[in-house]
């Protein structure tokens, strides 16, 4: 007769700790409530993975379940939780807050910042979660006139007599939406196949001057451009205080920068298939090397992520370009 095998709830409790994903979804299900896809969409596995995950922490006794019309809901309450259920999980969050956490492949950072996305959405899309009557006018607004109009309406506040430099402009699409609003753009950059894609792209616009050349010896005049633009740039330059130095140099006095790259993280593997130089920037590091290049009021701001995006969070920093004591402010 074939023996039967004993299981012990203390050691099956315990298993459903041993998976680095499983604790990144108590983490996120300990600050906030959360439906099966919304997981996913933090963690960024498929909803079927996140299943069988959600499974084993609910027979494990670590989360909780509810129904809320089609919906069910997970969430960790840690008062729900036994004395010593509860001091394991305090005890496993404080390590993954730790060094070792983060050697261990722990993405709490950057779970944290797409769960805010992902509660960001969840208000906006009322009809899907909460019926609100102003959700359901941003999903009317949504299917009239797109998802672009706010911010590309927005863009109209730039100053119509700018002359505005994108440095690294790749193909050209920030300098697409730039050129129509501003005086003039210098669209820059070392990779002479990159502008003539952008020359090919913003063939019909009239008021983009090309040019070749590297953000460490930028082959522009002094106080040139009201303004300059750096996006996802930074981090492909080796030393990129040089380059805010050049940037320094373009901007008038009273002009502004705005660089936006990726926070700081930790995929390395960046390094060998894209040529990261840098794995993002800290807002100490990158507000730092604004100052040191002599800009002021320099500003850090994570940006909101895209629940569907499979990259690191992104950051905007801008800072402006000091106006000497003996000068008049800028007119045009």
Same mark, same amino acid.
């Given at each position: 007769?074939? !023996? @039967? ?6 050691t099956? +409790?315990? %298993?459903?700790?041993? #998976?680095l *994903? &499983? ?13 099966v ?14 299943s069988r995950h ?25 008062d ?14 404080d ?13 709490t ?6 769960l ?5 959405e !969840? @208000?906006?899309?009322?009809l899907?979660?909460?019926? +609100?009557? %102003?959700?359901?006018? #941003?999903? *009317? &607004? ?7 109009f706010?911010?590309?309406?927005l863009l ?8 505005v430099a ?7 699409n ?49 106080a ?8 996802l ?14 940037m ?10 705005? *660089? ?21 920037f ?19 701001a ?13 950051f ?8 000497p004591?003996?000068q ?5």
């Open positions: 007769m074939k !023996r @039967r095998t004993s299981t012990n709830p203390i099956e +409790r315990l %298993a459903a700790l041993s #998976d *994903v &499983r604790l990144r979804i108590l983490r996120i299900l300990e600050r906030e409530e959360l439906a896809g919304e997981v996913a969409k933090v963690v960024q596995l498929p909803q079927s993975t996140v959600l499974k084993v922490l609910a027979d494990g006794g670590w989360v909780i379940k509810r129904t809320e019309g089609t919906a069910t809901l997970y969430r960790v309450m840690l729900d939780l036994s004395a010593p259920s509860r001091g394991v999980w305090v005890a496993v969050r390590l993954i807050r730790s060094p070792e956490g983060r050697r261990a492949g722990m993405e950072e950057e779970d944290h910042r797409r805010e996305s992902v509660l960001a !969840r @208000r906006e899309d009322s899907g979660y909460f019926g +609100r009557v %102003a959700g359901q006018w #941003d999903d *009317v &607004r949504t299917e009239l006139f797109g998802a672009r706010t911010p590309l309406g109209h506040l730039l100053p119509r007599d700018w002359v994108d440095l690294g402009c790749g193909t050209g920030a300098a697409e939406l730039l050129a129509p609003l501003v005086k003039r753009v210098l669209a820059v950059d070392q990779s002479g196949p990159m502008l003539a894609a952008a020359k090919r792209r913003l063939e019909g616009l009239k008021n983009i001057e090309f040019v070749e050349g590297e953000l460490s010896h930028l082959p522009l005049k002094n040139c451009a009201d303004a300059a633009v750096c996006l740039v930074l981090h492909h330059v080796e030393k990129p205080a040089v380059a805010l130095a050049e320094r140099r373009i901007v008038r006095p009273g002009g502004m920068i705005l *660089v936006v790259d990726m926070v700081a993280h930790d995929r390395a593997t960046y390094r060998h298939t894209m040529g990261h130089r840098w794995l993002g800290s807002d100490q590091t990158m507000t730092g090397l604004m100052t040191a290049a002599g800009f002021e009021k320099a500003r850090y994570a940006l909101l992520s895209d629940p569907n995006a499979k990259g690191p969070g992104l905007a920093c801008a800072a402006h370009v000091p106006i004591s003996t008049p402010p800028h007119h045009r």
